[in-house]
Each structure stands twice: as structure tokens, then as C-alpha cells.
């Protein structure tokens, strides 16, 4: 059975990733900072049928990261795919001339950083399976084509996780290790707060996360297609 972990799986588009990739036959790794949180979702998943578990992760922190690591090869004995999913500060109360920079560094810990962080812990496990996957779940905020002044903090750590989508799948291309970066487009979660169904962002996550082995590398998509950087 293949295993994915999802970071911020409690809810929203992490939530239903889950959810999707259960039903693909997936072990679902619940990565979820606050621990009440995370035993729901095990128990959402579990009760929808999916073979799921959570696992204590808050990506603010080196050591939770580290300490998640080693949760996944306790839990699960290897890994096949990582869907980078949990972020913070959609800020459209800022401009990039009048910054609150705790909320910019915090946004770029949680968002970039993080997902950096996890990538690097789980790298021995990927190494190990036979059809490893990573996927950043980024934003067109992100991207330099319609980049402005609003959301600075968001949208400068999702450039970020953007540029570490290409560089990281130009260091592991040529081990197999398929990474990309994924749109959900404008989806009505909770930081989203309108938008298409959720279900619908999270199938292009799942595209990315279930790609053929000679699938693409170091794309950014949404539903499956190609946008523009």
C-alpha cells in the first residue's frame, strides 16, 4: 500500500487530498500541529474507510519536523509521496509598503521554509520507494506573471516554495523523485473563503501526487494543465 504524508491535513484541501488519495488505496499520513486537531481528522478519515494516522507536526519547528520523520517510518515503514500543503497569512490586509514583518517571517518559516525542512527529513524514505513524489501546494500569488504589491507575506513565500519546486527537481531527477508545484486555484476553504468546491482544487494535487514515472518534474499546474510561472 503507498503511503502520503499531508501537511495540514486537519481540514480544507488537506483534509480532502486525504480523503481522495485514501481512495486511491493510499496510507494517509495526517501531519497536524495541534494534537485534538489531528486525532479528528484520523478519526474523519478512518470513518470514511481510509487506512490513516496522524502524525504530530507543527512546521514552525526544526525538531517537530525531525521528530515527525521518524513518526513516519514507525508508523508506515516507508513513504511514496509528500503533499507540502499546510500555509498561514493570506494577508490582503497588507501592502508591500506597510508590512507587519512577524507575519511576513512567519509566513515564510511556515510556507517555505518548512516544506524545505520535511522534503529534507523524509529524503531517505522517498529514496526508498519505488515511485516517490513530492508536491508543494502553491498559489498563482506566487507567480512572478501576476505578481503585484497585495498579500506580500503570502505571496512572497509562495515564489519561494516555487523557486524550491524547481530547484529540488533538478537535484532529484535523476533519482526518480517527481516534484512539482500545484495550483488548487481559488477554493472555498477557510483561508480561501470563496471559490470552486474543494474537491475540485484538491484533484490536481492528487493528479501531481499520482503521476506516471515519466510524468513531468518541475512544473507548476493546476487541474492537471500548466500555468505560467
Not at 506566487?142 to 505578481?147: E, F, I, Q, T
Request: charged share 20%.
Amino acid at each position: 500500500m503507498p503511503t502520503a504524508l499531508i501537511t495540514g491535513a486537519n481540514r480544507g484541501l488537506g483534509l480532502e487530498t486525504a480523503h481522495q488519495l485514501g481512495e486511491k488505496g493510499f496510507h494517509v499520513l495526517a501531519g497536524v500541529r495541534n494534537g485534538e486537531a489531528g486525532r479528528r481528522a484520523e478519526a474523519i478519515l478512518r470513518g470514511a474507510g481510509v487506512k490513516a494516522d496522524f502524525i504530530a507536526l507543527d512546521m514552525a519547528s526544526p525538531a517537530s519536523i525531525a521528530e515527525a520523520a521518524q513518526a513516519v517510518w514507525q508508523v508506515a515503514g516507508g513513504l511514496d509521496v509528500l503533499i507540502n500543503n499546510a500555509a498561514v497569512h493570506y494577508d490582503t490586509h497588507q501592502r508591500v509598503g506597510a508590512p507587519d514583518f512577524d507575519v511576513v517571517e512567519e509566513a515564510l518559516t511556515i510556507n517555505t521554509v518548512g516544506p524545505w525542512r520535511i522534503s529534507v527529513a523524509v529524503l531517505e524514505l522517498l529514496r526508498r520507494s519505488d515511485h516517490p513524489r513530492i508536491v508543494n501546494v502553491s498559489s498563482e500569488s506566487g507567480a512572478w506573471s501576476s505578481m503585484t504589491g497585495t498579500t506580500p507575506a503570502y505571496s512572497l513565500s509562495k515564489i519561494g516554495l516555487n523557486a524550491l519546486t524547481r530547484m529540488m527537481a533538478s537535484e532529484f531527477r535523476g533519482e526518480g523523485i517527481l516534484v512539482n508545484a500545484v495550483c488548487p486555484g481559488w477554493t472555498a476553504t477557510d483561508m480561501g473563503g470563496g471559490g470552486r468546491p474543494i474537491p475540485d482544487g484538491a484533484r490536481g494535487i492528487v493528479w501531481a501526487a499520482t503521476l506516471p514515472d515519466d510524468g513531468p518534474t518541475g512544473g507548476f499546474f493546476r487541474d492537471g494543465k500548466p500555468i505560467a510561472w
